[in-house]
């Protein structure tokens, strides 16, 4: 039979009061070190433990039933960097621990007026989306990738998808039709034509286009008769990241392009650049093309405001294969 003794008890209590004297409480406070306010919702962690407490209204945590001896506090909440401190048990007094606030990068919304929307915007238009951009594209030049669109023709002087092309809307040449980019008008200012043949390898960096057939309002100029094409530039990705590609076709047709993006630096700055040559020998003879194609970006994402610098252009050489008169004819 178990007997209970006077000697048990004085250890047993002992013991008691030495767990009571052990056992520790750990509180603090979270806070803005930009506005100094107190952030509620904050996950407060224990390093190496399951030990975790969340912030209240007035950004106060709490643990309690804690040993005597270092512990690292790690605090983690929505739109701030994760915040760690170290600390030794017991303390003097609550614990501060100051969060920084940092940019959260989201999908860039672009508003214009000059984008039609479904069952707001009476016209007729049609979206080639990005998924679209990816199976069709390889290196033709804009019109020739938008000829498979409802009443669009395109054609180009080498008799391939690259070099000088042209495109009509509904019968309309291209000096009848608006083009923009970003919203901002891409005809030449006297003769409305655009000159698709500097805009090698664009595509590589083009989001979506919208072709709207037919008139177009008097915010798309005096261009928009036989219709009007959009093309809005792609977002820059937020990891960094480096490639290249490269492809081969008939009549000598290649193309060579790399490019890099730094990603999301100090949550704020994106930058990014890309070169291409595209060449080819055309379908006719001596109509060969020659182009090459830069395209250099920069971002910047603040909390309330995106800011973006593009920079493009594209150096060609082509040799325009015309059927012409020879000098006897021209003399006779």
């Not at 030990?51 to 209240?56: F, K, L, Q, V």
């Not at 009509?168 to 083009?179: D, E, H, T």
């Not at 177009?216 to 990241?241: C, E, H, K, M, R």
Request: net charge neutral; charged share 15%; hydrophobic share 35%.
């Amino acid at each position: 039979m178990f007997k209970f003794s006077a000697k048990m008890g004085a250890m047993l209590c002992a013991v008691l009061l030495s767990s009571a004297v052990d056992a520790v409480s750990l509180d603090g406070q979270v806070t803005d070190n930009r506005t100094g306010l107190p952030i509620p919702g904050v996950a407060v962690k224990i390093a190496g433990t399951n030990r975790g407490a969340i912030s209240d209204s007035a950004g106060r945590f709490f643990f309690a039933d804690l040993s005597q001896q270092k512990y690292t506090l790690i605090a983690s909440a929505i739109g701030y960097e994760i915040a760690k401190k170290t600390v030794d048990t017991p303390t003097d007094g609550p614990i501060y621990i100051s969060m920084t606030p940092k940019v959260l990068k989201g999908q860039d919304i672009i508003v214009t007026a000059t984008r039609a929307q479904t069952g707001e915007t009476p016209a007729a238009f049609s979206n080639v989306t990005s998924d679209d951009i990816a199976k069709q594209y390889w290196a033709q030049d804009i019109p020739m990738l938008l000829a498979s669109q409802p009443n669009v023709f395109a054609y180009s002087d080498a008799g391939t998808p690259i070099g000088y092309s042209y495109m009509k809307i509904r019968g309309y040449p291209q000096m009848r039709i608006s083009v923009m980019l970003n919203g901002i008008p891409l005809n030449d200012a006297e003769s409305h034509e655009v000159f698709w043949v500097d805009l090698p390898d664009f595509t590589s960096n083009v989001q979506d286009i919208q072709v709207q057939r037919g008139a177009g309002t008097s915010l798309y100029g005096s261009s928009a008769l036989g219709g009007a094409i959009n093309v809005v530039t792609n977002d820059f990705p937020s990891s960094p990241q480096i490639g290249m590609h490269s492809g081969y076709g008939s009549y000598n047709t290649k193309k060579f392009s790399i490019f890099g993006n730094s990603g999301l630096i100090n949550d704020a700055y994106v930058f990014y650049g890309r070169y291409s040559k595209v060449q080819s020998d055309g379908y006719r003879k001596n109509s060969w093309t020659k182009m090459y194609s830069y395209f250099f970006g920069a971002a910047r994402y603040d909390a309330n405001m995106t800011t973006k610098f593009n920079t493009y252009g594209g150096p060609e050489e082509s040799h325009l294969a015309y059927k012409g008169i020879d000098s006897l004819t021209l003399k006779a």
